[in-house]
């Protein structure tokens, strides 16, 4: 499931976890696990609180999760990983 995971985070899309869980047929839950394995794994990164202050001059600004508050994560992909 790990690598359909990838595969999906490959596409380059911003995707939200609820959409990811529905997508591999899972619950949110396991997807954030997946998310951080990733991360320690090197093939991802978390965005830190800093990037919902630049939102306004984002490309995604209307699509990105970081700017909606609460307790979203967002991650981005990390070169060579």
Known sequence: MLRRLLHLLEEGETRRVDDLARALDTSPALVEAM?????????????????????????LAGKCAAGMGGSTQVWVWKEGG
Do not use: D, I, M
């Open 35 to 59: 998310l951080e394995t990733l991360s320690r794994q090197g093939y991802l990164a978390p965005v830190g609180q800093t990037c919902s202050t630049a939102c306004e001059k984002c490309p």
